[in-house]
Nanobody, 117 residues
Framework: QVQLVESGGGLVQAGGSLRLSCAAS????????MAWFRQAPGKEREFVAH????????YYAESGKGRFTISRDNAKNTVYLQMNSLKPEDTAVYYC??????????WGQGTQVTVSG
């Protein structure tokens, strides 16, 4: 079992940057692949970025390629999402998730990101 707590959201102007953090409890964090998802008002939750358990492999949705960077620090049980060149359409609640055997079984409570245009 792992518990996830996101932080770092807020209000930022278009073109600005934010770094989201997701702190995980437990001693097995390094075994989990991690991901970020987001959900905008009235829309379904969508995938943003994924990082393997070791951090050696990353994947991004097209919407974030070249602007977002996912990373992790297994010593700190934390995964990050660096978001640059933010756009109003990036406004959403951002969630981190932990993956076991290919399924995202654990989710955080989310952190709100609002980008003003």
């Amino acid at each position: 079992q792992v518990q996830l707590v996101e932080s770092g959201g807020g209000l930022v102007q278009a073109g600005g940057s934010l770094r989201l953090s997701c702190a995980a409890s437990g001693r097995t964090f390094s075994r989990y692949a991690m991901a970020w998802f987001r959900q905008a008002p009235g829309k379904e939750r969508e995938f943003v970025a994924h990082i393997s358990s070791s951090g050696g492999n990353t994947y991004y949705a097209e919407s974030g390629k070249g602007r977002f960077t996912i990373s992790r620090d297994n010593a700190k049980n934390t995964v990050y999402l660096q978001m640059n060149s933010l756009k109003p359409e990036d406004t959403a609640v951002y969630y981190c998730a932990a993956s076991v055997l290919g399924s995202y079984n654990y989710w955080g409570q989310g952190t709100q990101v609002t980008v003003s245009g």
